[in-house]
């Protein structure tokens, strides 16, 4: 996995005054911490961390992190957002080590075409989306993929038959449903067809 390059000033004031101040200055406090180094309180240029964040591996993006001149891997963890702007408003990156195992979540992508499933009028439900894995960093994919061109109704796929890259392996029970083929959805009851009649109807006049 490629790494990219992001800048973290280092040396900025706790509070949430001066929080709001790198905020309005288009910067984002955060905190770098890991193998055993004290947390490190820095601030990093907005525009600057949508664009190493904006690949495909997303929050599983690999960093060269620049703090003072010196150069540390890591990923960023933690990420807040404001409730109802969505931007970053804070973010902690943890320093890792190239032949260190560590957890992730990567995104599911289902491919194929289900042809069995859409000439029966059934619905692909996906159930899972994410996959906790554990591998070196660069094991981490982007993504998953799942071939559901084989997938029935009233079949599922689970985690097992997820190809894994070399090295990962999986955080959760490898049964655990993925994806299920099911029927056709079952048409409006009478009832349901009754009220919708009923309220489509004109009202009576006094």
Not at 181 to 195: F, H
């Amino acid at each position: 996995m490629p790494e990219m390059t992001l800048v973290a000033e280092p040396g900025r004031t706790i509070g949430t005054r001066p929080a709001r101040r790198l905020r309005a200055e288009g910067k984002i406090p955060g905190i770098v911490y890991g193998h055993g180094a004290d947390p490190v309180p820095v601030a990093v240029v907005a525009r600057e961390f949508r664009a190493a964040m904006s690949g495909e591996a997303g929050l599983n993006t690999l960093l060269s992190l620049d703090i003072g001149g010196k150069s540390f891997l890591a990923l960023a963890r933690d990420i807040q957002r404001h409730p109802v702007k969505g931007v970053v408003t804070h973010v902690d990156f943890q320093i890792v080590s190239r032949d260190e195992v560590i957890a992730a979540e990567v995104s599911i992508v289902l491919v194929g075409e289900p042809v069995e499933v859409h000439h029966g009028d059934g619905v692909v439900e996906q159930q899972l989306f994410t996959l906790p894995i554990k591998a070196v960093p660069s094991a981490i994919p982007s993504a998953l993929e799942l071939d559901i061109s084989g997938l029935v109704i009233g079949g599922s796929l689970k985690v097992s038959d997820i190809p894994l890259p070399k090295g990962a392996e999986i955080d959760i029970d490898p049964d655990t449903f993925v994806v299920t083929g099911l029927p056709p959805r079952v048409g409006t009851t009478e009832e349901e067809t009754a009220a919708v009649e009923a309220a489509s109807a004109p009202a009576d006049e006094g």
